[in-house]
């Protein structure tokens, strides 16, 4: 939220996040780009950590996060 408009609310902060990480504009992200994105925000995580943290919140298994479960991850339930 550093970079984004003061006036901005925490989820418009996300939605565009999740914009700008959703290259493809597919609505959702697979967990290669969520290990990417993790490693440049300075977030660095054994990959089966990672890959834990990704399993357990993609709620359909389809192997995606889409936006609502991303948020989860980062606001909590």
């Known amino acids: ?3 984004s408009d003061a006036k901005m609310s ?7 996040m999740f914009k700008f990480l959703d290259l493809q504009n597919k609505g ?3 967990f290669a780009l969520f290990e990417k994105t993790a490693e440049k925000m300075g977030m660095y ?7 834990q943290l990704f399993t357990e ?3 359909n298994q389809n192997g ?4 609502r479960e991303l948020a ?3 606001f909590g339930d």
Request: charged share 30%; with cysteine; hydrophobic share 45%.
């Open 10 to 16: 925490q989820e418009a902060c996300l939605v565009k």
């Open 57 to 59: 919140y993609d709620e």
């Open 45 to 51: 995580f054994p990959s089966a950590e990672l890959l």
């Open 28 to 30: 959702a992200v697979d």
């Open 72 to 74: 989860k991850i980062i």
């Open 64 to 67: 995606s996060l889409d936006y």
């Open 1 to 3: 939220m550093q970079r």
